[in-house]
């Protein structure tokens, strides 16, 4: 399959990619427009176009329909960017520059003055070369094994979903691939300079790059080690899991169900429903392709889930609406359309705000079982997901408008449900962390952006006090989850005294929490237990 990525003034009226050649590996990206409208051969001649051509490989057979080439142009770029899958990608960008290289260096010399360098003995070049090729591999082995070790550890501490971050790593993919470009390197100019194909001028600019490289290596060993130190770790997983998420909420902010603005009529009826072809998770959709899809049927598009959803083959993933006196679909361009939903057997970071919520409680949940009884890393992890709520925050785009689609509004409330709810049930009897939580949420019902998430952490306060009330046998540690949460939301409904007191402590008890003098009430809690 053969791609054309044409380049072009814009006052042109061929079609032209925009901005930037690896539009595909955004999410948000732009395909060739080739596969809205052919340029014609005439206008490329005409309007001097660099073209660039990319070979793609095909898993399908039967690939003759556009939709499908489509999809699978998708899927194929989809699948370079996801990091496990690419990390043969820079070594093999170093190999390619090192026969590069000597293939410049062969043809240099030809047109150099002769003797023009110092002269440097073969077996001085030698020397170094050997040393770099032998250090190199054995430093490559030991780094692959640090890796592996270090993606099992973040599977084991953190959670499966996290590795791919770990793997995203870019000092750590700079390194390995340093390591291997400098073996290759080394074994491709020893055998150029044995060949015997290179003079003195060749032989002396072998040895300034090798210099060179070995400086490089040098400064990028110094900071592997630094990597070393912190790669896998639970803290540096947690890290790497909050950068990825703070930048989906912010692009989530930023840009309300990816920039779909479209809402139909109450009465409305659709024409047509699209039906999901396959299972999987909703793992991407290409809105400024179903946009122009949209205008040139001179129809509208409603998407009733979103990303990050669970599809099931032969379920309504859209309603299609038609204009009066558009055209019926054809089977073409119901096949066109199929091809903008990309569907994965695993979530998705880039449009799946929500992911991130979920892998951060992954991790909570695997602190607190007994194998690690780590509540402080719990406490930790709440903590990162407060400054999603309340600190990942961008302006609205109001430049991104797909004016002709409609998406099913993003339920916010999940951020706090699919979160906290978990954590709090596994940390049962446990005062210290759902104190913290009704901190948190005492905090987002008041500062948070959106108002649906204020409501739903006032919600999720009454539900960790209720977790309290049904799990914790200690008296001391039910009266302080009560107690915070009587500081945080006096206004909000009056507590009911617990079932785990008498009934006639009940009342006493009652009115105490709301006097919410909370240094008498411990102090007096503290008596009771000395005198016990």
């Excluded at 556009?66 to 370079?80: A, E, N, P």
């Excluded at 691939?177 to 060749?202: D, R, V």
């Excluded at 803290?235 to 790497?240: A, L």
């Excluded at 108002?451 to 039910?478: G, K, M, P, Y």
Aim: proline content about 5%; hydrophobic content about 45%; aromatic content about 10%.
């Amino acid at each position: 399959m053969l791609i054309s990525m044409t380049f072009k003034a814009p006052e042109s009226g061929a079609f032209l990619l925009r901005k930037r050649a690896m539009f595909l590996l955004r999410p948000h990206g732009r395909l060739p427009s080739r596969y809205i409208r052919a340029v014609h051969p005439a206008e490329r001649a005409v309007s001097g176009i660099i073209t660039v051509r990319i070979i793609c490989f095909s898993w399908r057979v039967k690939d003759s329909a556009k939709g499908g080439t489509i999809l699978t142009t998708l899927k194929f770029f989809s699948w370079l960017k996801q990091p496990r899958k690419t990390i043969w990608w820079q070594p093999a960008k170093g190999a390619l520059f090192v026969i590069l290289y000597v293939i410049a260096v062969l043809v240099s010399t030809r047109y150099l003055p002769t003797n023009l360098f110092p002269d440097i003995p073969s077996r001085t070049i030698d020397g170094l070369l050997t040393i770099l090729a032998s250090s190199m591999l054995a430093v490559t082995t030991f780094s692959l094994s640090i890796m592996e070790n270090a993606f099992s550890s973040a599977s084991r501490g953190a959670t499966p979903r996290s590795v791919e971050l770990v793997m995203a790593d870019d000092s750590t993919r700079l390194a390995i691939a340093s390591f291997i470009s400098t073996f290759i390197y080394a074994i491709i100019t020893k055998i150029a300079l044995g060949s015997g194909s290179f003079a003195q001028n060749g032989r002396f600019l072998f040895f300034l790059s090798t210099i060179v490289v070995i400086a490089y290596l040098i400064v990028v060993l110094i900071r592997w080690v630094q990597v070393l130190s912190t790669l896998g770790h639970l803290g540096d997983t947690m890290g790497k899991v909050y950068d990825k998420a703070a930048e989906t909420m912010r692009r989530y902010r930023s840009l309300p169900n990816l920039g779909a603005t479209w809402v139909p009529a109450k009465d409305a009826l659709p024409d047509a429903h699209f039906i999901c072809a396959e299972t999987g998770e909703f793992a991407q959709i290409h809105l400024d392709l179903l946009q122009k899809w949209a205008e040139k049927h001179d129809a509208h598009v409603f998407i009733r889930l979103n990303p990050g959803d669970f599809l099931y083959r032969g379920e309504p993933l859209a309603d299609i609406y038609l204009n009066d006196g558009s055209d019926a679909l054809t089977e073409e361009g119901l096949s066109l359309l199929r091809s903008f939903f990309i569907v994965k057997p695993t979530r998705s970071y880039e449009q799946d705000p929500r992911f991130g919520f979920i892998v951060l409680k992954e991790i909570a949940q695997r602190s607190i079982s007994p194998s690690m009884n780590d509540p402080g890393s719990v406490i930790a992890v709440m903590n990162l997901m407060a400054k999603l709520l309340l600190d990942a925050t961008a302006p609205r785009d109001n430049e991104t408008v797909y004016d002709r689609i409609g998406m099913q509004p993003l339920q916010e409330e999940d951020f706090i449900y699919r979160s906290f709810d978990g954590i709090i049930r596994d940390s049962a009897q446990n005062a210290g962390i759902s104190m913290q939580a009704l901190h948190i949420m005492y905090a987002v019902s008041r500062h948070a952006p959106e108002e649906t998430i204020r409501n739903a952490a006032r919600i999720q306060a009454r539900l960790i006090l209720e977790h309290a009330r049904r799990t914790f046998s200690v008296r001391q540690d039910l009266f302080r989850v009560e107690s915070a949460y009587v500081q945080y939301f006096p206004d909000d409904t009056p507590i009911e005294a617990s079932a785990y007191f008498p009934d006639d402590e009940a009342a006493e008890r009652q009115k105490s929490l709301a006097d919410a003098d909370l240094t008498a009430l411990f102090a007096e809690l503290r008596d009771e237990n000395d005198q016990q």
